[in-house]
């Protein structure tokens, strides 16, 4: 296997922020069956409170242990979940590299994301963190690991698309 450098604090920050707008940009757009392309094969993505995080509890809303459940996820979407057409904005900011070592990078970033839906005003569906290990593959960054650690006392019944 072939080392892959990691470039310097400031480049891989600056890689991190367009990995993160890209993906932002995937799901914005529905471009649901490209969500899974930003993650590894034997990537976890989990969704689940700040009070279940803090405390080490691992049970979330949504947890996907695999690629395969992550296209399941979009597969029920598109084929079997019935639900008001809505318009998602993500917003992420904050973008942190807390290690870096070989191949293997912890990153923690803000997220925020507005719902529009055609008959009411925007509202915010979700706020919170991304914690993050994410892999540098030749073909560019792939994420591992991403727990989505929301701040909210109460989640909406929407929560339907990816985090």
């Known amino acids: 296997m072939t080392q892959i450098q990691l470039p310097d604090d400031t480049s891989l ?5 367009d990995f993160y ?5 995937c799901l914005d757009e529905d471009r649901l069956e490209e969500w899974p392309d930003f993650f590894t094969e034997d990537c976890h993505y989990r969704v689940l409170s700040r009070e279940n995080h803090d405390a080490g509890l691992p049970l979330g809303l949504i947890y996907c242990m695999n690629k395969n459940m992550l296209r399941d996820r979009v597969t029920a979407l598109r084929e079997t979940t019935m639900f008001e057409p809505r318009s998602l904005r993500h917003f992420i900011s904050g973008v942190r590299v807390i290690e870096a070592q070989g191949e293997r990078i912890v990153a923690q970033a803000n997220f925020a994301v507005m719902e529009s839906l055609s008959d009411r005003e925007p509202t915010l ?9 994410l892999r540098l593959t030749p073909q560019g960054l792939a994420l591992t690991r991403r727990d989505c650690v929301y701040d909210n006392y109460r989640v909406r019944t ?5 985090l």
């Open 158 to 162: 929407s929560l339907i698309v990816p």
């Open 13 to 17: 920050r600056a890689r991190l922020r």
């Open 125 to 133: 569906n979700m706020v919170g963190r991304y914690l993050d290990e």
């Open 21 to 25: 707008d890209d993906y932002a940009y």
